[in-house]
């Protein structure tokens, strides 16, 4: 089993930066990969950022060039660096993680609001 706790979130205004981080425990070797979701109240969940083994990283086209996404192995954290923030951002984000590449992720965090002011 692996546990994954978010913090960070918050409320900033537009144009401002905020950092996620995810605190994974548990059998982290299993671990193949992981990624920041987020989704709000009545949509679908999409994803906002993944990295697997080996430091391949993807976006999704919203946050591309905007948003980071790193991984600590040696302080078992995921982090997800948001700049350039718009209200449109506003979501929950969970943090996730997978022990296959190609299939779903197994194990998902409670997730951690952020509110982006215009």
């Known amino acids: 089993q692996v546990q994954l706790v978010e913090s960070g979130g918050g409320l900033v205004q537009a144009g401002g930066s905020l950092r996620l981080s995810c605190a994974v425990s548990?059998?982290?070797?299993?671990?193949?990969?992981m990624a920041w979701f987020r989704q709000a109240p009545g949509k679908q969940r999409e994803l906002v950022a993944a990295?697997?083994?080996?430091?391949?990283?993807n976006y999704g086209g919203a946050v591309t060039g905007r948003f980071t996404i790193s991984r600590d192995n040696a302080k078992n954290t995921l982090s997800l660096e948001m700049t350039s923030l718009k209200p449109e951002d506003t979501d929950v984000y969970y943090c996730?993680?997978?022990?296959?590449?190609?299939?779903?992720?197994?194990?998902w965090g409670q997730g951690t609001q952020v509110i982006v002011s215009s």
């Open positions: 548990g059998s982290i070797s299993s671990i193949v990969k």
């Open positions: 996730a993680a997978g022990r296959s590449r190609w299939t779903a992720y197994d194990y």
């Open positions: 990295v697997i083994s080996g430091g391949s990283t």
